[in-house]
Structure formats: C-alpha cells, structure tokens
C-alpha cells in the first residue's frame, strides 16, 4: 500500500528560528500533496496545495512567506515555518496523493511542533 | 464556516455493542466522502469512503451510510472493539480534490 513518511515527528525549537518539516512518498509518486495543521481538539485544516514543479496554492489566512512549501521532486515536499513564534505550536500532517489513485489520499504520521 | 460537521464530540459505546457516528455536511456539491480513525499524535489512517451515487458501503465491521437528501452520513462500527478507540473524522471531497474534515468524534469503547 502507498506509505508516506514524515519527518521529524516532533520538535521544539526556540523562537525567531526556523523548522523544517519533511514529507516522503515511499513508493508512489505523488504529484500533488498537502499540508494540514491540527490544533488540539480541533479539525484538520488545510494550510496548503503543493504540486511538483510549481508554487504552492494557499488557503486563506495562511501567510505564504511564512509557512515555505517546496515540492521539488514527484516524492518529496517540504514545509517550513520560518521564524516561529509560540502559536506556531501545532500538529502539522502532511497527506500525499498519486498519480493514478483514486481519491487515494495517503497521510504522514503528523509533526508535532512546539516552539519556546 | 464549517462545512462538514460532526455533533458529537465524543461517544462512548460498550465493547460488542453498535457505535454510529454521525456527520452532516452543507455543501450539496460533495460528492465523495470519507471516514478517517487517528490516533494521538499521528496521521488520520483511512477507513471507508463512499460514493454521492451510493446510499451505502459495507467493510467488515464498518458501514457507511448516506442520505443526500438531508446532507448526512453515518458510520457504523460493529460490534465495537476496544481496539476502536480513536478520534473519527469524515471528510467531504470539494470540487477542486481537497479534503475538507469535520471536526472529529472521540470514541471510546470500554470492556
């Protein structure tokens, strides 16, 4: 079955630094995937679109120069959170999609993010 | 504007017995749903999905229920086990493919 890793599963990092979170497709191409974040008790809400080879689309109210997506290759995309603050904290879930799945979206096992 | 949601937060069922979790959506144009089970700290895993053209899916202990008419689907576990124990998420397929989740039910099934 379609596996997609996610890396770090957590980390805390101090204010005004910069984290960046991995996303994998294991053994399929994804060439869409996205990027969701979970506060606790609450929905997973999309934060990001990313296609490879192109920019990623935003949500509303996520700040792009904020929240980096970079999908440079058919199983690899990468968040960063530049420049974290405290309410940055967050579950961060990366969902990845093949090619020729239908409706086959494969989830990371999530990045728990604490900045101090 | 939530647009799948879920009532009740959280569901507590005795092991053997039916557990229905219950979703309602707003946006007629959905036309895929699923059902996802996750586990603290960890990515929701895929449980079942159905189809707007369909009233029902069957997997095993899982069924998934959908009334379009009154914009609402169910899934029924059967009979629970304490294994099921999780936060279940539906989730609405938009016209563009993106995923867009309701806010979780947390079951607990006890012995």
């Known amino acids: 079955g379609a596996v997609v890793s996610q890396h770090p599963s957590w980390v805390i990092c101090k204010s005004g630094t910069s984290v960046k979170i991995e996303c994998r497709s294991l053994d399929f191409q994804a060439t869409t995937m996205f990027w969701y974040r979970q506060f606790p008790k609450q929905s997973l809400m999309l934060m990001a679109t990313s296609n490879e080879g192109s920019k990623a689309t935003y949500e509303q109210g996520v700040e792009k120069d904020k929240f980096l997506i970079n999908h440079a290759s058919l199983t690899l995309s990468t968040l960063t959170v530049t420049s974290a603050h405290p309410e940055d904290s967050s579950f961060y879930i990366c969902?990845?999609?093949?090619?020729?799945?239908?409706?086959?979206?494969?989830f990371g096992s999530g990045t728990r993010l604490t900045v101090v | 504007d939530q647009q799948v949601k879920q009532n009740s937060p959280s569901l507590s069922v005795q092991e053997g017995r039916i557990s229905i979790l219950n979703c309602d959506y707003t946006n007629s144009m959905f036309d895929y749903f699923l059902w996802y089970k996750k586990y603290p700290a960890e990515g929701p895993t895929f449980l079942i999905s159905?189809?707007?053209?369909?009233d029902k899916n069957e997997d095993g202990r899982f069924t998934v229920f959908l009334n379009k008419s009154a914009k609402h689907l169910s899934l029924h576990i059967v009979p629970s086990q304490p294994g099921d124990s999780a936060v279940y998420f539906c989730a609405a397929l938009d016209n563009t493919d993106k995923l867009i989740f309701g806010t979780g039910t947390r079951l607990q099934v006890f012995p």
């Open positions: 969902s990845a999609r093949a090619k020729k799945m239908d409706y086959g979206y494969t």
């Open positions: 159905i189809s707007s053209i369909k």
